[in-house]
């Protein structure tokens, strides 16, 4: 099982809409993903590790997925769709990586 | 709900024993945050977005907990424990983010 993180840098003045992203955009995008994407998981960022410092990220969410090849055909097909949809809440270039998930869930 | 994210950068040549942190350290650490914590996720970096790019993190874990606070009383008991542990799997110094949880599981 992998995990594909995409996580938006802070960064002051730097706009990001999080009602949309959770409203719209990570539903449509999991809708296109379909059956390649388990389900996914958002965060927004509050804080650094001292409480009056800004976090590294504003929000970060992650796509779980059975393989980086299921991910990345269907992320293809719609690839444009969810490109031109992230000018919709934000002007941050987010930085995207793949994990292997060791563990999913400490608790199961 | 709040997630803290223990975030460790890639670096060429750095260590980090996957096996150690996932088999001793994250539980020692979750034993020590009781009841604080409900549970942790743990995943290793494969690639960036690019499929021959690093990760921009070699390690990520977080822990979802009930509140700022329960996590940090937890910690400030147990803190030297766990720092003094740190370098039995790694020499990268992590970067750390306090989350809110917005979505915890879209399948849920």
Redo the contacts between chains.
């Keep these: 099982m ?2 594909v ?1 995409v ?1 938006y840098p802070y960064s002051e003045g730097a706009r990001f809409d ?1 009602a949309y992203y ?1 409203d719209r955009h ?2 449509m995008v ?1 809708a296109r993903l379909g059956s390649a994407c ?12 001292a ?1 009056d410092a800004p ?3 504003v929000a ?1 969410c992650a796509f779980v997925c059975e393989s ?1 090849e299921g991910y990345q055909s269907a992320l293809q097909e719609h690839g444009a769709e969810i490109l031109a949809d992230i000018a919709n809440y934000t002007d941050i270039a987010p ?14």
Excluded: C, W
């Design positions: 992998i995990k993180n996580m999080h959770r990570m539903p999991k388990a389900y996914y998981t958002i965060e927004k960022g509050l804080t650094g590790r409480p976090p590294a990220f970060i980086v930085v995207i990586q793949i994990s292997e998930v060791v563990v999913e869930r400490s608790d199961r």
